[in-house]
C-alpha cells in the first residue's frame, strides 16, 4: 500500500501527516505500507519542514526534519494507491493534475474516513499558528484511514 499526503507547499500538514501515519503504521507493525508527502505548488522544494512543525511533532514523539519539500508529480497519480488532501483545494488542484478516472478515484480529503461525506479540511496552520489543531485533525484521520484501509486489505 503506497499512500501519498497532499497539501499545498509540503512544510506543514503534509509532513505532520506522513509523520503521523508513519508512527502508527510502526506501532501497529505494518511494514508493507510506504507514505510520502507533497505539495500542490513548488515554492518549498527541497525545503524542510516548517521549525513549528518540526516543533509540534517532537512534542508527539514524531521525528520529521528529514523530510524535504517536494511538489506532486503527474507519476504520483500512477504511482500511489491512495492520495489524501489536507483540504478542498488541495484537493480540486490535485484532480485537475489527473488524466484518468482511475487517478481522480485515488484523490480523497484526509478527513474522509473518519467524518465520511462531511468534507471536514484540516487548516493550513502556516498563518494561523495553530499547529496543534491541525495536528489533532492529522492524528484523528490518519487513526481512521489505518483503520479502515488497512481492515479491508
Known sequence: MKILMVCL??????PLAEGVMKKLLDESNIVDWEVDSA???????????????????????????GQ????????????FDYIFTMDLQNYKDAI????NEIQKSRIHLLMDYAHP?????????????????????????????????????
Open 39 to 65: 505539495g500542490i505548488g513548488n515554492w518549498h522544494n527541497g525545503d524542510v519542514p516548517d521549525p513549528r512543525a518540526i516543533a509540534i511533532a517532537k512534542r508527539h514523539g514524531i521525528d520529521i526534519t
Open 9 to 14: 507547499g509540503n512544510i506543514c500538514r503534509s
Open 117 to 153: 461525506d462531511q468534507k471536514i479540511e484540516v487548516p493550513d496552520p502556516y498563518y494561523s499558528n495553530l499547529f496543534e489543531q491541525s495536528y489533532q485533525l492529522i492524528l484523528e484521520g490518519c487513526q481512521a484511514i489505518l483503520f479502515n484501509v488497512y481492515k479491508s486489505t
Open 96 to 99: 485537475a493534475l489527473t488524466k
Open 68 to 79: 524535504r519539500a517536494r511538489q506532486i508529480s503527474r507519476a504520483d497519480f500512477d504511482s
